[in-house]
């Protein structure tokens, strides 16, 4: 019987249109939304009972060919008259609803990354408190999210990265700006051992105001080992290098060194042999071969070491070995130091 005059704003079609018209009128039937025709029903029982309500969303064809969507409040009353009647209020609502599909479909898709990545996802409020913790925190850290949920991160903070990651929370509070590069932290797994990981954060604000900082890091545990291990395997081929080049050096200086034992052997041997067998001279040559001859013998082990020498094995009477070698000490130690042999005679050769 009434239909406002803004509904050819709201629907593309003159209000003339409708008056007269039935709620089951080809003008109203066609233009609703096919998933949505039960609103007819409820609409059509509003007249039937004074004071009867009902409260509907439903999508309606504009006159455009667009869908809008429109929530409808009805109430049925009673005329002074008696009559029955029913008054329907309806607005446009279709940004509300668009605006709420996508804030639902931004919470499933954000759902949905945030349960199927192999990243660790946590939310934490203003004072550093877990409010939301992905499912990955059970394989990460062995804690499963109702777990963390309401606790304190830092405590299972690496002693030695607490300061600097409070530090960055707190600039993540303060600061909409995101982080360039990631942190490298630790954390501490449920059975004891310690995770690295790698990741940064950013803040928002939730509709009621409160200041949140989702962060989003990666575990890179395997990695660091790999790397720690590449670094080990790095040291040790330097090391090997310098090595081999100590043992091209050896080899150098002991064929040199022996140069230079030859002749002091053959004069020696040749001076012994021109002295006769009472010439106090002949202990102090004798000394002279003795200790050249272990110097060769040095020279014969750098070649060794060198891999130039030709390797060749004897028995040995360490006892004996000892005593000589001592002979060499008794010469190089300090004057006031004492030194005592104590060798057991007749030991099995090596």
Known sequence: VYVSPNCETLLGTPAEAYIGRALDDPIVVERL??????????????PRASGTEAQIEYRYRHGDGSWRWFETKG??????????RALIIS???TERVRAQTQLR????????????????????????????????SLSSLGYAPAQMRGTLPFALIHPDDVERLAAAFLERVASSEPRRGGTVFRLRHRDGSWRWF????????????????????????????????????????????????????????????????????????????????DSPARGRLERIQKTAQRASTLTHQLLDYAGRGARSSESLDLSRLVGEVGELLATSVAPR??????????????
Do not use: C
């Open 33 to 46: 939304h096919p998933d949505d025709f039960g609103i007819i029903a409820q609409l059509a029982a509003l």
């Open 75 to 84: 109430r049925g009353y009673r005329t002074q008259g008696g009559e029955l």
């Open 91 to 93: 607005r446009d609502v």
């Open 105 to 136: 479909e931004s919470e499933e898709r954000y759902r949905v990354l945030a349960e199927t990545t192999h990243d660790l996802v946590i939310e934490l409020d203003s004072e550093g408190k877990v409010v939301y913790v992905s499912p990955t």
């Open 198 to 277: 790698e990741g940064g954060g950013v803040n928002y604000r939730t509709a009621r105001g409160d200041t949140r900082v989702v962060a989003v890091v990666h575990d890179v545990t395997e990695q660091r080992r790999a790397e720690e291990e590449r670094r080990r395997l790095e040291d040790w081929i330097r090391q090997a290098q310098k090595l081999e080049s100590l043992g091209l050096m050896a080899g150098g200086i002991a064929h040199d060194f022996n140069n230079l034992l030859t002749p002091i052997l053959g004069e020696a041997s040749l001076a012994l042999m021109d002295l006769p067998p």
């Open 337 to 350: 130091a004492e030194l005592h042999h104590q060798l057991a005679p007749a030991l099995p050769p090596i």
